[in-house]
C-alpha cells in the first residue's frame, strides 16, 4: 500500500451541510466515512437518486460518526446498488441508525402510497428512495464497535472511534493509514449539554475534516434558554393556542421532554397534555435506559420525565390528535420539517394564529423549517399549499451542534500542524466564517471542497 496515492472523494456535506459521505480510497482499499442522505434544496434531494461517482461494489466498508439520517439515511440505498462489505459503528449509533432508517422507510412508503392515492406526485407511480425490504437488508452489515480502542480494519489501516457528544453514540473517527492520521469530526456536541458530556478531542490530525454547520455563529448557554421556553409556552397556552415543536428524534426531543418535565414539576408552566408523537422518539427513549455511560439523565428522571408524556405510537393516533384545537405540546419530526409526522399536525394547525412553532435545531437550506424562519406565510405539505399563520420561534442554545467557539476549542489539544483541512458539512458563510477563525486562531490553512471533488493527499 502507498499513501501516497490517497484519493478522498467529497461525495456528500461538502459546500452543503448534508449527506455525509467522504470516500478514502488508498489504491487498494477503499473506505466510507458516513453514508447520509442530502436534504433541503431539491436540487440536492434529487442527488439522492443518482447513482454516486463512485463504483458502489468496489466500497470495502462503512464507518459511521452517528446515527442521524444525513449521516446514515442513504445506507440502504447503498446497499441496493451493490455494497457488500461491514458497517461500522458505536453499539448505540447502530441502534439509532435502526431506529431512524426503519423509520425513514415507513414514511417514504406511506408518502409514496398517499402521492398515488390523491395523485399530487409528477411520477406514476411515486415509489420511496428505499422500503421496509431494504432496510432488513441492510441491517446484517451493522458490525458494533467499542469506542476509544484502535481496531484493525486492514493491512496498515486501523480506526478509532471517539465520544463526541451530540447524540448518543456520536464520536469523531480517527483512521491511521500507514501511520498518516486522517480525522473525520462527524458533529461536534456542546461543550455544556444538560443530557451529554463534554466531546473528546483530537491530538494529532494530518488531515482534519472539520464540520462548521455553525461556524461564525455563537450559541446562548442552554440554561439561558430554559426561561424563554417558559414564557412561549405561558405565552402560547394563556391565548388558548398549542405549542408544536419539530425535533430530530434522537436526542433533542428527549431534552426538550426533560425540560418541560422540570417546568412543569416546578410549577412554572401550566399543566397540559404533552404529546411525544414519534415512534422513533419511544424507541430511543428506551435506548437511553440502555446506554448509562453515554449521557447524564439518572434512570428515575428518565422514569419520571417519560410518566408525564404520552407517547403516541400509531398514525391513527396522529391523525385524531391532529384535529384536537385544545392547547397542548407537541414534540414530533421531522427536526426541519423535510417530513414525519409534524407536517400532519401542521396540515390542519398552521392556520390557527394562536399555535406558536418552535424552531430547537439547525434549519438546513431549502427545508420547509429555513423558509418559514425566513418569513414564508404558505407551507406546501403534502402536494397542497396551506396558508400559515401560526407565530414563529426559533431558540439556538438548544441546538445539538458546537457553535463557533466550542468548534474552534475542539482543536486546541491538537500537537502539530496538519497537512490538510478541509471545512465541510456547512454553508458557504459558515464555512468561510470557520476558515477565516481557523486562520486567525491557530495559523492554519484550510480548504472548502466542492461537492464531488476529489482531492490526493500525498
Known amino acids: 500500500m502507498n499513501n501516497n496515492k490517497i484519493n478522498i472523494h467529497f461525495l456528500g456535506a461538502a459546500g452543503t451541510v448534508t449527506g455525509s459521505k467522504y470516500l478514502v480510497d488508498t489504491g487498494d482499499k477503499k473506505v466510507l466515512i458516513d453514508c447520509g442522505l442530502f436534504q433541503g434544496l431539491k436540487d440536492l434531494r434529487l442527488k439522492n437518486w443518482e447513482y454516486p461517482p463512485v463504483k458502489v461494489s468496489e466500497i470495502d466498508m462503512v464507518l459511521l460518526t452517528h446515527g442521524h439520517m444525513d449521516h446514515t439515511g442513504y445506507l440502504p440505498r447503498l446497499v441496493k446498488l451493490g455494497f457488500k462489505g461491514p458497517i461500522y459503528g458505536t453499539n448505540p449509533t447502530l441502534d439509532i441508525a435502526k431506529i431512524i432508517l426503519n423509520d425513514s422507510a415507513k414514511i417514504q412508503e406511506q408518502e409514496a402510497e398517499r402521492a398515488n392515492k390523491e395523485g399530487y406526485s409528477k411520477h406514476s407511480p411515486a415509489e420511496p428512495l428505499y422500503d421496509l425490504k431494504d432496510v432488513e437488508n441492510t441491517i446484517p452489515h451493522f458490525k458494533a464497535i467499542p469506542q476509544s480502542q484502535w481496531i484493525p480494519l486492514f493491512e496498515g489501516i486501523k480506526a478509532r472511534f471517539q465520544y463526541n457528544g451530540h447524540i448518543l453514540g456520536a464520536t469523531f473517527i480517527e483512521l491511521d493509514v500507514n501511520g498518516k492520521r486522517f480525522v473525520f469530526s462527524g458533529d461536534i456536541g456542546r461543550t455544556n449539554d444538560l443530557l451529554l458530556y463534554p466531546p473528546l478531542k483530537p491530538k494529532k490530525a494530518d488531515v482534519l475534516f472539520i464540520e462548521s454547520t455553525y461556524g461564525g455563529r455563537f450559541h446562548p448557554d442552554e440554561v439561558e434558554a430554559i426561561p424563554q421556553i417558559e414564557k412561549l409556552v405561558n405565552d402560547t397556552i394563556n391565548r388558548g393556542g398549542s405549542l408544536f415543536i419539530p425535533s430530530f428524534s434522537v436526542e433533542r426531543a428527549q431534552l426538550m421532554m426533560l425540560i418541560f418535565w422540570r417546568l412543569l414539576k416546578e410549577n412554572k408552566i401550566p399543566k397540559v397534555p404533552m404529546i411525544m408523537d414519534s415512534p422513533m422518539g419511544a424507541n430511543v427513549l428506551e435506548l437511553f435506559h440502555r446506554t448509562r455511560d453515554w449521557h447524564k439523565l439518572k434512570e428515575i428522571e428518565c422514569d419520571e420525565m417519560c410518566s408525564y ?95 463557533h467557539t466550542e468548534l474552534m476549542d475542539w482543536m486546541n489539544k491538537i500537537k502539530n500542524k496538519p497537512e490538510r483541512i478541509f471545512i465541510v458539512h456547512g454553508e458557504k458563510e459558515g464555512a468561510e466564517a470557520l476558515q477565516k477563525g481557523i486562520k486567525e486562531t491557530y495559523d492554519w490553512d484550510s480548504e472548502i471542497p466542492q461537492l464531488y471533488s476529489i482531492e490526493k493527499i500525498g
Open 309 to 403: 408524556f404520552t407517547v403516541v405510537s400509531s398514525y391513527r393516533e396522529t391523525m385524531e390528535l391532529r384535529t384536537d384545537n385544545k392547547s397542548k405540546i407537541v414534540i414530533a419530526g421531522s427536526g426541519m420539517l423535510t417530513g414525519g409526522r409534524m407536517l400532519n399536525y401542521l396540515e390542519t394547525q398552521a392556520q390557527n394564529p394562536n399555535n406558536t412553532l418552535l424552531f430547537i435545531g439547525y434549519q438546513a437550506e431549502g427545508t420547509r423549517g429555513r423558509k418559514l424562519l425566513e418569513g414564508n406565510r404558505e407551507l406546501k405539505v403534502y402536494g397542497k399549499t396551506v396558508p400559515f399563520h401560526m407565530e414563529v420561534a426559533e431558540i439556538e442554545g438548544l441546538s445539538a451542534h458546537a457553535d
